[in-house]
T-cell receptor
């Protein structure tokens, strides 16, 4: 069975600094997607970034980028120039390409200090 | 475009009562998912539909839970009778099929359920 692990329950970063959130996963599949979702206090689940497993190039969305290491089954999220609005719970998630459900990690709560 | 719409946003009920949660997916999406979020278990899939047909309901906790999708624009999740341990945030999400670039699921705002 596929599993997703986020080993950092809480992280803190100074405004304008860079922070990296870790995620590892376990799967026997070769074709899948990985995601980072953000959940602010409003509880809305917001897609931050996604990565296709077949792509070697790391995905980037403005200040957000990932370090995807397929062999190591690692998928970390880097947030550059952190802003107060980045404070939220961040979830790493896995989805087999033709499968339906997302499998989520336990989440990392990020706080941003002014 | 409107996102996924869920109602109600908050529900407080007493143990034993019937609870119905509603969801309207994004127009054109042919997959619909129901997730539950709790402190103890995190985010977990309850059930999902493809073209209104339930595909995987293995996450439905027990017979007290049921879900329907009578048409492409509406789904319900019903709990009868409700119990305090059902208190959670329930999310509905939708996506296109994987053959049409549907790798991303878009979530509704959630329904926060409290069973007293």
């Amino acid at each position: 069975a596929q599993t997703v692990t986020q080993s950092q329950p809480e992280m803190s970063v100074q405004e304008a600094e860079t922070v990296t959130l870790s995620c590892t996963y376990d799967t026997s599949e070769s074709d899948y997607y990985l995601f980072w979702y953000k959940q602010p206090p409003s509880r809305q689940m917001i897609l931050v970034i996604r990565q296709e497993a077949y792509k070697q190039q790391n995905a980037t969305e403005n200040r957000f980028s990932v370090n995807f290491q397929k062999a190591a089954k690692s998928f970390s999220l880097k947030i550059s120039d952190s802003q107060l609005g980045d404070a939220a719970m961040y979830f790493c998630a896995y989805r087999y390409r033709t499968g339906g459900k997302l499998i989520f990690g336990q989440g990392t709560e990020l706080s941003v200090k002014p | 475009d409107a996102g996924v719409i869920q109602s109600p946003r908050h529900e407080v009920t007493e143990m034993g009562q019937e609870v119905t949660l509603r969801c309207k997916p994004i127009s054109g999406h042919d997959y619909l998912f129901w997730y539950r979020q709790t402190m103890m278990r995190g985010l977990e899939l309850l059930i999902y539909f493809n073209n209104n047909v339930p595909i995987d309901d293995s996450g439905m906790p027990e017979d007290r839970f049921s879900a329907k999708m009578p048409n492409a624009s509406f789904s319900t999740l019903k709990i009868q009778p409700s119990e305090p341990r059902d208190s959670a945030v329930y999310f509905c999400a939708s996506s296109f099929g994987y053959r049409t670039g549907g790798e991303t699921q878009y979530f509704g705002p959630g329904t926060r359920l409290l069973v007293l």
